[in-house]
Nanobody
Framework: QVQLVESGGGLVQPGDSLRLSCAAS????????MAWYRQAPGKRRELVAA???????NYADSVKGRFTISRDNAKNPVYLQMNSLKPDDTAVYYC????????WGQGTQVTVSS
């Protein structure tokens, strides 16, 4: 019953911005840590950002100062604001929650290219 649905990806140029959204349902959203991961072709999936139930955040070093994760506990969305995008940010971005095991959305493609 847990469902995570990502949206907001697309093709952009270096320096542009995107805002990703994750719509969550099927669990008590407000008590769980939510996270964004990404996976580029030929690479392992890596943690990009996480946000706890009390809104503390954690970011990968590669995105600090450029990306911001946020949540709306009343309406159950998780956002990832991505600024100053670089070609190395190109990947499929996944929403994640850990409830015993990991749950994932379908992913949304972000491509940064000139």
């Amino acid at each position: 019953q847990v469902q995570l649905v990502e949206s907001g990806g697309g093709l952009v140029q270096p320096g542009d911005s995107l805002r990703l959204s994750c719509a969550a349902s099927g669990f008590i959203f407000s008590i769980y840590t939510m996270a964004w991961y990404r996976q580029a072709p030929g690479k392992r999936r890596e943690l990009v950002a996480a946000i706890t139930s009390v809104a503390s955040t954690n970011y990968a070093d590669s995105v600090k100062g450029r990306f911001t994760i946020s949540r709306d506990n009343a309406k159950n969305p998780v956002y990832l604001q991505m600024n100053s995008l670089k070609p190395d940010d190109t990947a499929v971005y996944y929403c994640n929650v850990q409830i015993l095991g990991d749950y994932w959305g379908q992913g949304t493609q972000v491509t940064v290219s000139s």
